[in-house]
């Protein structure tokens, strides 16, 4: 059982190159979700979908797009990137809502460095 | 004021030693609280859901003051295998509005 597998695990990107982050969960869950985790900062919502179909904007959706592209996948692309998007990126589902019945699976994480 | 605050450490103990984190949120209103642990460059995972009435799992015990706005998480004989940063995190609303603390960092030394 994969869980919720991420690709890649690092990338590094010039500034104003594009690339799209890739999320696969294979436990049927209905949400899913993109963070990014900064050093003392704690994890931050930049979109989120809950359901097949609907996506919404979280915390800091500015630079960002996310396609949920069917149950399963939830992309993230950036179209033109920023060294201040340097961080490491997290995919995560839920079988529901996060937070309420039903906790936060994680992907491994990608390292992004733009230069 | 950050949303969810926690103490970054490092808490350095012995191996065996009881710990104790605290956390505090801002928004009186929240609906559910957890702690996940992270290691180093690993993804989080979820340790335990943190119940009004309090709660243990082993030789963790979460505890909820609501009327202080914070959470705890005790840790009893510490093992190596606790080293980890433990992240605090609150629903602050109805939905997907979840708010991670930056994380307190755990040392257990032998």
């Known amino acids: 059982n994969a869980g919720v597998t991420q690709t890649p695990k690092f990338q590094v990107l010039k500034t104003g190159q594009s690339m799209t982050l890739q999320c696969a969960q294979d436990?049927?869950?209905?949400?899913m979700y993109w963070y990014r985790q900064d050093p003392g900062m704690g994890l931050r919502l930049i979109y989120y979908?809950?359901?097949?179909?609907?996506?919404d904007k979280g915390e800091v959706p500015n630079g960002y797009n996310v396609s949920r592209l069917n149950k399963r996948e939830f992309s993230l692309r950036l179209e033109s990137a920023a060294p201040s998007q340097t961080s490491v990126y997290f995919c995560?589902?839920?079988?529901?809502?996060?937070?309420?019945?039903?906790?936060?699976?994680f992907g491994n994480g990608t390292r992004l460095t733009v230069t | 004021r950050k949303e969810v605050e926690q103490d970054p450490g490092p808490f350095n103990v012995p191996e065996g030693a009881t710990v104790a984190f605290n956390c505090t949120y801002s928004?009186?209103?929240?609906?559910?609280f957890f702690w996940y642990r992270q290691d180093c460059r690993k993804e989080p995972k979820l340790l335990m859901s943190?119940?009004?009435s309090g709660n243990e799992d082993g030789r963790f015990t979460a505890q909820l003051n609501r009327a202080s706005q914070y959470i705890s998480l005790l840790i009893r004989d510490s093992k190596l295998s606790d080293s980890a940063t433990y992240l605090c995190?609150?629903?602050?609303?109805?939905?997907?509005?979840?708010?991670f603390g930056a994380g307190t960092i755990l040392r257990v030394k032998s």
């Open positions: 436990m049927n869950h209905n949400s």
């Open positions: 979908s809950a359901s097949e179909g609907t996506t």
């Open positions: 928004n009186s209103a929240s609906q559910s």
């Open positions: 995560a589902s839920s079988r529901d809502r996060a937070g309420l019945t039903s906790p936060l699976h």
């Open positions: 995190v609150v629903n602050m609303e109805y939905g997907n509005k979840l708010v």
């Open positions: 943190v119940y009004s």
